[in-house]
């Protein structure tokens, strides 16, 4: 009897040791999001109470001077006096008791709480009909030619990625510019895609389908309306500083003239409000300068200096510090997720990293970018020299090596280089240095917006007690 030979060992299946799945990718992106999202979420909360509560005295004097005017026709509580007993004990006390102190914080924060909610409902009435016309504008946006064989080759690209996402497929616009990009958002009739010029001359087909369908399945994942979100937290951010600004600066009170327009439904005043608060009209206002008044004219915004603190202090600190970095790693997140799911539909993960690739080394800056919110695009925008610690983009190589590891040429994993073992390095190195100074900065808002609150009361303070007083002797009681 014959021994049978043995079958030979099974040959490895080529590619990294850690292979992945495009669905425990996706899997875990999504879960990686939203608890990043969460973070962001408690953290914006967190930043709305900072603000709310230095804003605090305007809205109870404001409250109270009304009730004080209506006392003198029909009797009426008196809300300052109530006000003052509320926080006296924690001004006379020797020791600082915390609970009762929080508690107080957060029942004195209610108007501007209420407050932010009015102005984000309002930016949402004023900026969602308008953002379209808004970014097509700065971007200079056209429609796709049909006489153009590229451009017509995009259309039927989009459409058949949107099929196989079984979606609808989005309005498709052209941005004539050199670099090589894409993005896409809410559009007057549903969702909108823009790509460059520069990205239909210098990639193929396979490589213009693979980054169609990482926009697709951005659309698909819900990226938009997270993106709408975001973009109305910057606004709301952005119209914070305009309205602290608006004591001191000619620029800043013409931009809430034209949000005042915009609510009342003038179309222009409504793009215009858009693309103001996309950040543009607030480097304006910076960088304004002041003719010289007179003395008092210069003096007069000093009982107010406390929110003209809050605005050009309190906001942009906490959102650098607070809402900064969990927002970039949670929208890193959803574009690692919408690369797994373009691998999905496209079956091709190697065509996806070679058009990264090529992107990455033709360019992706649009200098129009700088006044837009910055999930809107696919790609970084922004040059290359420019440090983005915080970016909402993943690295260019960091994309291609998870695309590696859902099964992309090998060939394609980007080096580990000196550079890489530096950066990590340097990390390791700063990192104990950093965080002390994040504390720091973070303490030092929050102190900042308690000396806000002491600023409004010392300038605020005598007054409204005589007026008060003199209001109150003169009404019901």
């Not at 992106?29 to 969460?38: P, S, T």
């Not at 001359?201 to 980054?211: G, Y």
């Not at 103001?276 to 009982?303: K, Q, T, V, Y």
């Amino acid at each position: 009897m014959t021994d049978t030979p043995a079958s030979p060992a099974p040959r490895p299946i080529p590619g990294p040791a850690d292979r992945e799945s495009f669905l425990a990718a996706q899997a875990r992106h999504r879960a990686a999001g939203r608890r990043r999202g969460i973070v962001a979420s408690l953290l914006a909360v967190l930043l709305a109470f900072l603000v709310a509560v230095p804003t605090a005295p305007l809205a109870y004097v404001a409250a109270g001077l009304v009730a004080d005017l209506v006392n003198l026709v029909v009797p009426m509580p008196d809300l300052l006096g109530r006000g003052y007993a509320l926080v006296a004990p924690f001004a006379t006390a020797d020791e600082i008791a915390w609970r009762p102190l929080l508690s107080t914080l957060l029942l004195w924060s209610l108007p501007g709480f209420a407050g932010l909610v009015l102005l984000w409902v309002g930016l949402a009435r004023v900026t969602r009909a308008t953002t379209p016309a808004a970014i097509e504008a700065t971007l200079g946006l056209r429609a796709a030619r049909d006489d153009d064989l590229e451009e017509r080759q995009l259309a039927n690209v989009v459409e058949e990625i949107a099929i196989a996402a079984q979606l609808p497929p989005p309005t498709v616009r052209i941005a004539d510019r050199a670099s090589v990009n894409l993005g896409a958002y809410a559009g007057a009739d549903g969702p909108a895609m823009f790509v460059t010029r520069g990205l239909l001359d210098r990639l193929d087909r396979a490589a213009t389908q693979a980054l169609v369908a990482h926009l697709v399945a951005g659309i698909g994942n819900g990226d938009l309306a997270l993106g709408d979100r975001l973009r109305r937290v910057q606004e709301l951010a952005g119209l914070l500083m305009t309205v602290a600004q608006a004591p001191v600066s000619g620029a800043a009170r013409a931009v809430l003239a034209e949000l005042w327009r915009a609510l009342r439904g003038d179309p222009l005043a409504r793009v215009n409000a858009a693309s103001d608060l996309f950040g543009g009209a607030i480097a304006r206002n910076l960088a304004e300068r002041r003719p010289r008044h007179s003395r008092w004219r210069d003096l007069a915004p000093l009982p107010l200096l406390g929110p003209i603190a809050i605005g050009l202090v309190v906001v942009p600190l906490g959102q650098l510090l607070l809402l900064a970095a969990p927002l970039g790693l949670a929208w890193r997140s959803r574009r690692l997720l919408a690369d797994a799911t373009a691998v999905q539909l496209t079956r091709d993960p190697s065509a996806l990293a070679t058009a990264l690739s090529e992107a990455d080394t033709a360019g992706t800056d649009l200098p129009e970018a700088r006044n837009l919110v910055a999930n809107l695009f696919a790609l970084s925008p922004w040059p290359k020299a420019t440090v983005q610690v915080l970016s909402p983009w993943p690295k260019i190589e960091a994309r291609v090596a998870a695309l590696v590891r859902q099964g992309a040429n090998p060939d394609l994993a980007p080096a580990a280089g000196m550079h890489g073992c530096l950066v990590a390095l340097l990390s390791l190195l700063l990192v104990p240095v950093l965080a002390p100074v994040a504390l720091l900065l973070a303490l030092g808002t929050l102190v900042g917006g308690l000396a806000a609150i002491a600023i409004t009361t010392l300038f605020l303070g005598p007054p409204v007690a005589l007026l008060h007083w003199l209001l109150r002797m003169a009404g019901h009681g």
